[in-house]
């Protein structure tokens, strides 16, 4: 999953929130982070992603998303999946939250500015073009994903042709969005589950 997925899996708790939206930036056993180095609820988050990308990546209905692109994309059709399914939950935010997706992404950018002694600096330039283009908000439409699959093809260091991928989620758009409303709310449940597990750790 991408950005808004896994920030949106968080809840309402802003140390999950901050430690999932650094989870990629974070390497190496988390068992050896220390509380002087992170708050328990951010180590707890960073271990929420890890979780989130596990269950995603060994799910049979996203391998049927991820096989569909797979003979154009190859290994990094996952990325593009990632990507698909952050634009569903975008576009049908209503159905999951009770604040329109404009809302929760300033929300969320404030949450960035107030905890933003805790963004590694490698992040820093990431965030704030997040903030100022609106990434989640852009999310919602075609354009907002195309934008961001043209962003990533600049940071790959292969021809990937993942800029083009747009053209495969208006193709078949349908089938994208069947299989993410069966997968979300199984992705969902698990993640609060795995919540509940950290909290009693």
Same mark, same amino acid.
């Given at each position: 999953?991408?950005?808004?997925?896994?920030?949106?899996?968080?809840?309402?708790?802003?140390?999950?929130?901050?430690?999932?939206?650094?989870?990629?930036?974070?390497?190496?056993?988390?068992?050896?982070?220390?509380?002087?180095?992170?708050?328990?609820?951010?180590?707890?988050?960073?271990?929420?992603?890890?979780?989130?990308?596990?269950?995603?990546?060994?799910?049979?209905?996203?391998?049927?998303?991820?096989?569909?692109?797979?003979?154009?994309?190859?290994?990094?059709?996952?990325?593009?999946?990632?990507?698909?399914?952050?634009?569903? /939950? &975008? $576009?049908?935010?209503?159905?999951? +939250?009770? !604040?329109?997706?404009?809302?929760?992404?300033?929300?969320?950018?404030?949450? *960035?500015?107030?905890?933003?002694?805790?963004?590694?600096?490698?992040?820093?330039?990431?965030?704030?073009?997040?903030?100022?283009?609106?990434?989640?908000?852009?999310?919602?439409?075609?354009?907002?994903?195309?934008?961001?699959?043209?962003? /990533? &093809? $600049?940071?790959?260091?292969?021809? +990937?042709? !993942?800029?083009?991928?747009?053209?495969?989620?208006?193709?078949?758009?349908? *089938?994208?969005?069947?299989?993410?409303?069966?997968?979300?709310?199984?992705?969902?449940?698990?993640?609060?589950?795995?919540?509940?597990?950290?909290?009693?750790?």
């Amino acid at each position: 999953m991408n950005f808004l997925a896994h920030i949106y899996l968080s809840g309402n708790d802003d140390d999950i929130k901050i430690g999932n939206f650094l989870g990629d930036f974070v390497k190496g056993r988390l068992t050896k982070l220390t509380n002087a180095q992170y708050a328990k609820g951010v180590i707890n988050g960073m271990s929420l992603h890890r979780e989130i990308d596990f269950f995603t990546d060994t799910h049979p209905i996203v391998k049927k998303s991820i096989d569909r692109l797979q003979p154009k994309y190859h290994k990094i059709s996952g990325i593009v999946v990632d990507m698909f399914y952050d634009h569903i /939950l &975008a $576009k049908n935010f209503n159905q999951y +939250s009770s !604040i329109t997706l404009e809302k929760y992404a300033q929300n969320f950018y404030h949450l *960035l500015e107030l905890r933003k002694n805790e963004i590694p600096e490698p992040m820093e330039s990431m965030v704030k073009s997040m903030k100022t283009r609106n990434w989640l908000l852009s999310y919602e439409t075609y354009e907002g994903i195309e934008w961001a699959l043209k962003g /990533l &093809a $600049k940071r790959l260091s292969f021809e +990937s042709g !993942i800029e083009y991928a747009i053209e495969e989620l208006r193709q078949d758009y349908c *089938l994208y969005e069947a299989e993410f409303n069966v997968f979300f709310p199984e992705l969902t449940t698990h993640c609060i589950s795995h919540m509940v597990k950290l909290k009693y750790s």
